[in-house]
């Protein structure tokens, strides 16, 4: 009795077939996953190695963090000068802030970052740099690379220590 219930093939139908493709994105993956299944109760560092690995890391600290601040700290001092709770018209409100004692202060609660304009996770992946493909040969665009948990998890770990490194200047401990 066999273990298998496999199908029997005749030797046209066998030599017919081709192998099934698999895209670069998908092959990446699933090594990705094999390595930290393999590593046993050495997952976590492997994780981290894939994170640190990922080439999402540099893009999220240089080419989205310091753009996506900016546009957030303007959006909130907007938010700030030209809100207030009564809804008036922006130049009155710009006014009150400046002439009223403390009025400035108690608009924190008007501050909405939400409506900022900031560079997408996708926009800034497709400047990853190209990878070798050691299976087909050739280069795979940022864009055709695909997206793992460690690069999600890469993207938002670089954009942390990129904030919490400006927190540490020497100048901020004075």
């Known amino acids: 009795m066999s273990l298998f219930n496999l199908p029997k093939f005749e030797k ?24 930290e299944e393999d590593a046993g109760a050495l997952k976590p560092l492997v994780q981290f190695y894939n994170v640190g690995t990922s080439p999402d890391m540099n893009l999220g ?33 710009l006014m009150e802030g400046l002439l009223v004692e403390g009025e400035l202060g108690r608009r924190g609660d008007q501050v909405d970052t939400s409506d900022a304009w900031l560079i997408s996770d996708e926009a800034r992946r497709s400047f990853r740099s190209p990878m070798i493909d050691g299976k087909k040969g050739g280069f795979v665009s940022g864009e ?3 997206v793992t ?4 998890f890469g993207l938002m770990m670089s954009i942390t220590l990129v904030q919490n490194t400006k927190k540490m200047t020497p100048s901020s401990r004075i």
Do not use: C, H, W, Y
Not at 18 to 34: G, L
Not at 62 to 74: D, I
Not at 149 to 152: G, I, L, S, V, W
């Open 144 to 146: 055709d690379q695909g």
């Open 12 to 35: 046209e139908e066998l030599q017919s077939m081709e192998p099934a493709e698999i895209d670069f994105a998908e092959r990446r993956e699933k090594s990705i996953e094999r390595a």
């Open 61 to 93: 600290a240089g080419l989205g963090g310091v753009v996506n601040g900016v546009s957030k700290l303007t959006n909130s001092l907007g938010d700030v000068l030209f809100k207030n709770k009564r809804g008036s018209n922006p130049f009155v409100s």
């Open 149 to 152: 948990p460690a690069d999600e």
